[in-house]
């Protein structure tokens, strides 16, 4: 008899590891968006801008800029970049950007109407062009 208790207890914990692996293996499949999902490439842009921050961290990197208008009003924009190997390998490193360094971002405008951008590009101080490791396609960068 107790083997079938013991078989009983094993198919009941058997169900519940297949319980927790399905929502916590959805969870992170919906909590990583697509380009789609967030951004619209139909509205690309091009901001000019003083870097505030760089965080070269995971899922995917950002850049914090703020602008100035012909009036001077500064607006400040959060650049989302792709993942930190996706950056290296297009040649970024940790103090590629440096708080007060005037740069030229490309991307694409968020769909919710925040401001938000997926990069596309960067032109650093020293008149570089880097990859910022995110495409609308999302395709990785090459």
Do not use: C
Request: aromatic content about 8%; overall charge positive; hydrophobic content about 40%.
């Amino acid at each position: 008899m107790p083997q079938a208790s013991d078989d009983a207890l094993n198919m009941r914990n058997r169900h519940w590891l297949i319980v927790f692996g399905i929502a916590f293996g959805t969870a992170s499949a919906v909590a990583h968006h697509s380009f789609n999902a967030e951004y619209d490439f139909a509205k690309p842009v091009s901001l000019s801008g003083v870097v505030i921050k760089w965080e070269l961290i995971n899922p995917h990197g950002w850049i914090t800029l703020d602008t100035k208008d012909a009036q001077g009003v500064v607006t400040r924009w959060m650049i989302e970049t792709g993942n930190p190997n996706a950056l290296i390998r297009a040649g970024w490193r940790k103090d590629s950007l440096k708080q007060g360094d005037e740069v030229i971002v490309e991307g694409y405008r968020s769909k919710d109407g925040s401001n938000t951008v997926n990069g596309s590009s960067v032109r650093l101080p020293d008149g570089r062009k880097l990859l910022s490791g995110s495409s609308k396609d999302g395709s990785a960068v090459k």
